[in-house]
């Protein structure tokens, strides 16, 4: 009996080299059935959070936001949509913007686009950007009208512009992910 269980260890453990040594040589030539190679996107902001605000206001952003490998060098190639919407006391509006530019850098994202759809009035073509600091928990969000006050009232807004990211997401809601963006410098 012993020596069976040596033979067929033996058979077994030839047959893996073989097994191995065809796949390394395979992939090494370019061949094989493992070419599976997954690229990673140059960066990304994806992810939805409500805003914590203390009078209650119903504060929202969700973000799909993605800029390709191959599109690398150049921010402004970015593709994707994100919405926001802010409303108190039944009264407010919401808008979706659909993406012009991205840069991501470690867990902060800034990200901009033009509205495309809003029930705000004279918000429709306005170009507006946000802010995000992916901190897991406490995470933190900012946008380009901070100073202003409305969409609407932001002139000339660049591409990839945002103020800091100083208000708070309500704890519990915020699942935002930055894939951070690696230029060739």
Known sequence: MQRRTKIAAVTLATALLIITGA???????GGGVHQHQHVR???SLTGKAKLYRSAGDDTTFSFDAHLAAKDNMN???????FTFSHYL???GAWA??????LVTGGKVAVVSGVITASDLPGAKG???GV?????GRHDRLGYS???????????????CVSSAPFEKVKQGTGDFEVVPWNPAL
Do not use: Y
Not at 75 to 81: I, L, M, R, W
Not at 96 to 101: E, G, S, T, W
Not at 131 to 135: F, I, M, S, W, Y
């Open 145 to 159: 009208w901070a100073g202003v006050g409305s969409p609407t009232d932001t002139k000339d807004l660049p591409p």
């Open 75 to 81: 921010p402004q190639k970015a593709t994707g949509t």
């Open 23 to 29: 796949e390394g040589a395979a992939m090494a030539s």
């Open 89 to 91: 006391h039944g009264d």
């Open 96 to 101: 979706k913007a659909k993406v012009d530019c």
């Open 41 to 43: 996107e140059a960066a």
């Open 126 to 128: 306005k170009r507006v």
């Open 131 to 135: 802010t995000v600091d992916d901190l």
